[in-house]
């Protein structure tokens, strides 16, 4: 099932063989109609699917773009709800109040793409890349593929929650630019609540593979929070919050 669609809870019971069927005249659903359990939840009628990437970049693959995209809200919805995230010395990262759920814009690809095509692991200058923040994530091996770096990437940025910590209140002060190693700058990139655009590149360079991933607006602001904390999805406008606790816009 696509992340998010909701099945039929497992051990939900079904006729026995020669059980009775209804009396004639009574209604009963078409052959091969569905209906839902009893209390569970269906998406509006009204809302259109979230788009898929598909950008004409032939650097990468839509598949490839498909697993950055749902690492990312996969993880986001994690956190939203409040019930997995370890923050390392905090417990239980808090549940969010809103989160958007990211598209995939081939705007941020090219960005991202064109910061590390040239290899240089020093980066570039913000003013190549306006409106967006950047994670970048050297992988020094070859032993892999671009999908396996990807997945390394964006696992290590996330990990920093578990292994670092940020503190219960979600704000981010400027203390966080002060952490040296044990810093959550790439987590808070991900998980920042109103992060609604990404996108992605990977390279392979002559010793190392180099990903890195553009954010929008970017996130990482002093004296603001990663996440407002408190009730899932309760500043989510009505009927946008989807399966995974994330809003969708």
């Not at 598209?103 to 570039?124: F, H, M, R, V």
Request: hydrophobic content about 35%; aromatic content about 10%; glycine content about 8%.
């Amino acid at each position: 099932a696509a992340p998010g669609a909701t099945t039929a809870a497992p051990g939900a019971t079904t006729a026995a063989p020669g059980a009775t069927t209804a009396a004639p005249g009574a209604t009963t659903a078409a052959p091969g109609a569905t209906t839902a359990a009893p209390g569970a939840t269906t998406a509006p009628p009204t809302r259109p699917p979230w788009p898929k990437p598909n950008c004409g970049n032939p650097k990468l693959t839509n598949s490839l773009r498909n697993l950055f995209l749902n690492m990312h809200n996969n993880w986001r919805g994690s956190v939203a709800r409040g019930q997995t995230e370890t923050s390392m010395g905090w417990g239980i990262a808090p549940p969010a109040t809103l989160m958007y759920r990211m598209k995939y814009t081939c705007n941020a690809e090219s960005y991202a793409q064109q910061y590390i095509q040239s290899c240089n692991t020093n980066g570039l200058p913000e003013y190549t890349h306006p409106g967006y923040k950047v994670n970048t994530h050297v992988l020094r091996t070859l032993q892999t593929t671009n999908a396996g770096a990807a997945q390394n990437a964006l696992s290590t940025w996330w990990s920093q929650l578990a292994r670092f910590g940020m503190r219960s209140n979600m704000m981010f002060y400027n203390s966080e630019f002060h952490r040296g190693n044990r810093n959550v700058l790439s987590w808070s990139k991900m998980a920042w609540w109103n992060n609604k655009e990404v996108g992605c590149s990977v390279h392979r360079c002559s010793s190392f593979y180099y990903v890195a991933c553009m954010y929008k607006p970017g996130g990482n602001n002093i004296n603001q929070h990663v996440y407002k904390v408190g009730a899932v999805c309760s500043e989510c406008p009505r009927g946008q919050c989807d399966g995974q606790a994330l809003c969708r816009w």
